[in-house]
């Protein structure tokens, strides 16, 4: 009943940037936390940075300032802008929502994004 539609992935030479959207729909009551996990081949799925609604931020440390993740609240979006993109950057970035679907119990169910390749070409 929930879905999250990503866009902004693409290929980007070393030293460029790049942002990437994330928007949920459907039957959403409130969200805690959105973010972005990435994946590269051969690695396991790891967290690049999260938000929650109170807008507490967690990134990963290999972000080292670079990236910025923001939330639209009232349209249930968040997006991560990176810049200074390395080669090290390239995975499949997906987005994530923590998503409680009525006021009832407030239980949260992770969705996740399709998925959207981020290339950096050295």
């Known amino acids: 009943q929930v879905q999250l539609v990503e866009s902004g992935g693409g290929l980007v030479q070393t030293g460029g940037s790049l942002r990437l959207s994330c928007a949920a729909s459907g039957s959403i009551f409130s969200i805690n936390t959105m973010g972005w996990f990435r994946q590269a081949p051969g690695k396991q799925r790891e967290l690049v940075a999260g938000r929650s609604s109170g807008n507490r931020v967690n990134y990963a440390d290999f972000v080292k300032g670079r990236f910025t993740i923001s939330r639209d609240n009232a349209k249930n979006m968040v997006s991560l802008q990176m810049n200074s993109l390395e080669p090290e950057d390239t995975a499949v970035y997906y987005c994530?929502?923590?998503?409680?679907?009525?006021?009832?119990?407030?239980?949260?169910?992770?969705?996740w994004g399709q998925g959207t390749q981020v290339t950096v070409s050295s």
């Open positions: 994530y929502a923590d998503v409680s679907t009525t006021q009832a119990l407030g239980i949260n169910y992770r969705y």
